[in-house]
């Protein structure tokens, strides 16, 4: 032992108990306490800055919506309903009737137009007949309209050929009785023409007989008187030859101008028939399509999302909506409404959770999806047109269900409530702790 050592010694054996504690060394475990709690603080802070939370915006509300169009049934024509036989919210199968509408408009539309186009039909036939110069044959119509025009036009056939021939006929006699009286008229030339030579002579000899002192003067002057009135009869002749002639082309041609007129009205009536028969059978088809249309029917297997709140008996105008049909196989969104101060942190393609109303998502489990779009514009009205707070319009893909516990026939179905959290990002605890203490150091004691 050293001399300090050894007087320290013997001092300490003079000095109190407490003196005694308070020189003895620092026992191990209270020195070892201050780096324990020095650690253990910056862990809490390391833990803080490093450990990322879950940057989740929730929907102020939301809904299930169909991506594809849906089928709207409205009527084309104002209708009367007769029978109405589904309800809100049922499934129905292919083919199924959902409502009738009252027949009696369409039904006598379409026998109208039917009526109309036998009618044309039979008219079409006689037209063309008459300009082609063949007989009229309709052959056995079973129907008993068709047969009825068919007897009218054939009637109608005979009169107008009966007609048209008369009066052909009688150009024909007139022509034939002028072709006659020109005949008459060149023999009777020829023949005054050989009466003119023979008096010529005559007068050239009872002249000679004259001057010869044989013959009276009488005879000269009659033999002239006949021969000036042969001349004049020639001149009468062929006077009426020449009139003769021209009556003849008038004729021929009045003839021709009659048939020409008979055949062009005929080409146009048939040209105004075949108009009004396709304008008529148009009109029939739609009529057709109308009288299909008194019975609505799905298309396929389908839900009935709403029903115009009309009854039996109730007047349907056209282009109104009467009753929405969503298809099974449709293809289903969410549709949710973000406050305009988060709808900046969400992006296209972030992952959203869905919260149906309907179940308890911690006990059946939730849908999940990601953005598809948000609304470019804000809206202040709700469904109802209320005012609400400014909101953003949001559409979140449907792609698992991730329901438990839930009835076998369960799915989602246009107008479900729920709730949509939006996955936007991470942040640090000690961010999310000291947000709002920031927020209070930057906002704080500026008031005016």
């Keep these: 032992m050293s001399p300090n050592q050894a007087s320290l010694a013997t001092v300490r054996q003079f000095q109190s108990e407490t003196d005694a504690i308070r020189e003895a060394p620092e026992p191990m475990l209270a020195r070892a306490t201050l780096f324990v709690l020095s650690a253990l603080l910056v862990s809490i802070v390391a833990i803080m800055c ?17 991506v594809d169009q849906i089928n709207v049934l409205q009527a084309l024509d104002p209708s009367i309903i007769k029978t109405i036989d589904v309800r809100e919210g049922e499934q129905v199968d292919t083919g199924q009737l959902l409502a009738t509408l009252d027949s009696t408009f369409t039904a006598a539309d ?3 137009y039917k009526l109309q186009i036998a009618s044309l039909d039979a008219q079409v036939a006689r037209d063309e007949a008459e300009l082609s110069g063949k007989p009229l044959s309709y052959g056995n119509a079973k129907d008993p309209d068709a047969a009825r025009y068919n007897a009218l036009q054939k009637a109608l056939y005979d009169q107008r050929v009966a007609q048209y021939s008369a009066q052909v006929t009688s150009y024909d006699s007139k022509i034939s009785q002028t072709e006659a009286t020109i005949s008459k008229a060149k023999k009777d030339d020829e023949r005054y023409g050989q009466r003119a030579e023979i008096a010529g002579k005559i007068e050239d000899m009872r002249s000679t007989l004259a001057e010869s002192g044989s ?6 002057y009659l033999s002239q008187d006949t021969r000036l009135e042969l001349l004049r009869q020639i001149d009468n002749t062929h006077n009426t030859l020449l009139e003769a002639q021209h009556q003849l082309d008038s004729l021929r041609a009045d003839r021709k101008a009659f048939i020409e007129q008979w055949n062009a009205q005929l080409s146009q009536d048939l040209v105004t028939t075949r108009n009004n028969l396709d304008t008529a059978r148009a009109a029939y088809d739609k009529a057709i399509k109308h009288q299909d249309l008194v019975r609505w029917t799905a298309a396929e297997p389908s839900v009935v999302l709403t029903l115009a709140k009309l009854s039996v008996g109730s007047v349907l105008k056209p282009g109104d909506p009467f009753i929405t049909l969503m298809p099974l196989k449709t293809r289903l969104e969410a549709e949710i409404q973000v406050l305009s101060r988060d709808v900046g ?6 992952p959203c959770t869905l919260k149906v109303d309907a179940f308890n998502a911690a006990e059946h489990g939730t849908a999940a999806g990601k953005i598809r779009w948000i609304s470019e514009g804000a809206f202040t009205t709700d469904d109802d047109g209320k005012p609400v707070d ?3 319009k949001a559409r979140c893909s449907v792609d698992q269900s991730n329901f438990t516990n839930v009835p076998n026939n369960f799915r989602l179905i246009p107008g479900m409530t729920l709730q949509g959290d939006v996955n936007v990002g991470t942040r640090s605890v000690a961010m999310y702790l000291l947000s709002d203490m920031l927020r209070g150091m930057t906002e704080a004691m500026r008031e005016p």
């Design 390 to 392: 400014a909101y953003y």
């Design 110 to 112: 379409v026998t109208q």
């Design 215 to 220: 013959g009276s003067k009488l005879n000269l």
């Design 345 to 350: 942190f969400i992006r296209p393609n972030d």
């Design 50 to 66: 490093l450990t990322r939370l879950d940057r989740v915006i929730t929907s102020v509300r939301g809904k299930i919506v169909p």
